[in-house]
């Protein structure tokens, strides 16, 4: 029963008994309605508070709720505008900058929301629900990041969704190279989720735990320079190269949205001999 209902019902019992009284002892009648005067208006008065904080909270909530749907909505602008401006150095390498080449102010990205996400099983990919506007489009081989680094490579799209391969997958591979020696190798997934192997690198190159590992740039499919991950380890495999571990810069465990490059592989006919790096 609502507190509205609750006072009507109670000030009907308390004219019921006036009424009775009056018939009988007036005098009497008037000391009760005096005596009950007083709580009655203390009552009522606390049910009319109680409704104004209800109302008060209830209009609070709502600007709360508001203010974090637009706060959100900055946040997802803030995250494309810094994907745009890393894209945009990405693209510039060692030989662009010794010959002054000046990189396109922004880079051609597509923001994708991340729907399923797979980076335990023998296959890890992630699903991305396309836009409306690019759903037409084959993005197939096309790269896509997060804010934070090397997401992986479309597989295959096509009704409104794309099928991403992601970087720890086993059957990814990414012309890579350490930052800090510019070194250069190929970044697989292993057989562990979440663990990268950085190969090829001979052991006497110089690479050290703490390391950041970024792409090369070399594999026909990979934009140059994004962060890919962090060496963790490494030990000797055999007697040429480095085992090393790498742990992946993008956090899989929390993806929201990432960003597909419009950015045209190197055609796989042209890649026909090579080791499959990327592909």
Known sequence: MSERRVAILFGGVVVFLLALLTAQEPQRAGDLALWIEGPVKQFVGGVAENVDRVRQGRAARAEIERENVELRERVRELEARYAAGVGARLESDLVSKQLRYEPPPDADLLLADVVYVDHHSFRRTAILRLPPGARREDWSRKPVTTAEGLLGRVASSGGGYARVLLVTDRDSSVGAMV????????????SE???LSLMFLPLQVDVQPGDRVISAGIDGLFPRDIPIGTVTSVESDGDLFHAIGVVPS???????HAYIWRRDPVPEGYMDGGDGVGR
Do not use: A, F, K, N
Request: glycine letters at 18%; proline letters at 5%.
């Open 193 to 195: 989720p979440g663990v």
């Open 179 to 190: 930052e800090r020696t510019r070194r250069q190798g190929i970044i697989r997934g292993t």
């Open 250 to 256: 993008v956090d899989l465990g929390s993806l929201t």
